[in-house]
């Protein structure tokens, strides 16, 4: 059963706190992805990786890292330097031929 | 810098009625263009896609229209049905740039 599957559904972090939030996919894709969605607006792009041990910065990287050690997985580390975090985040992987393909998301609430 | 805009931000509809949503362009090196249908709580679904070089697609209830000169393209889905009440984001990428650049999205309720 093919897809792309992110860990933890809902994830709680007190104020100063680093978190991670894992994305795996086994649909042998080359790029992920990582987006941010605001209640009520669209998906803004934090950080991309269209091959491993390669990533790229979207268009709200600060206060947030990655890593793509792996083909399969793309997490991603809420660092302390961001202010404002709590948000839906979704992860996100396409192949060469295109067609992104999302997965369920990860609910983040700063406490 | 909004590459990508979408209207209307929310769309009332009766049930059996069309609805259309629309976005606008302005990168004319766009070459991929998607809508994604998001349930609450759920991630985005890709629901349909078009290329520029054809006007139209139709897939079963859904058709979008895509007008290039006007760089603008539209989804149109008939005979609307209250389980189609979700959000309906579209994007668009460039092919050599691997990146996909959302609209705001519409919010779409179809009362029964």
């Known amino acids: 059963d093919g897809g792309i599957t992110q860990s933890p559904k809902y994830l709680f972090r007190k104020e100063g706190q680093n978190v991670t939030l894992s994305c795996e996919q086994n649909?042998?894709?080359?790029?992920m992805y990582w987006y941010r969605q605001d209640p009520g607006q669209g998906l803004r792009l934090i950080y991309y990786?269209?091959?491993?041990?390669?990533?790229q910065k979207g268009d709200i990287a600060e206060g947030y890292s990655v890593s793509r050690e792996k083909k399969e997985s793309f997490p991603l580390t809420v660092t302390s330097a961001q202010k404002n975090p709590t948000a839906f985040y979704l992860c996100?992987?396409?192949?060469?031929?295109?067609?992104?393909?999302f997965g369920p998301g990860t609910r983040l609430t700063v406490l | 810098q909004q590459q990508v805009k979408q209207s209307p931000q929310s769309l009332i509809v009766q049930k059996g009625g069309i609805s259309i949503i629309n976005c606008a362009y302005e990168?004319?090196?766009?070459?991929?263009f998607p809508w994604y249908q998001q349930f609450p709580g759920k991630g985005p679904a890709l629901l349909i896609a078009?290329?520029?070089?054809?006007s139209e697609k139709k897939e079963g209830r859904f058709t979008i229209s895509f007008n290039k000169s006007a760089k603008q393209f539209s989804l149109h889905i008939m005979d609307s049905q209250p389980g189609d009440s979700a959000t309906y984001f579209c994007?668009?990428?460039?092919?050599?740039?691997?990146?996909?650049?959302f609209g705001s999205g519409t919010q779409l309720t179809v009362l029964p």
């Open positions: 990168n004319t090196a766009f070459d991929y």
């Open positions: 994007a668009a990428s460039m092919g050599s740039a691997r990146q996909l650049t």
């Open positions: 649909l042998n894709h080359d790029a």
């Open positions: 078009i290329r520029p070089d054809v």
């Open positions: 996100a992987s396409t192949p060469r031929t295109g067609g992104w393909f």
């Open positions: 990786s269209q091959i491993v041990n390669d990533f």
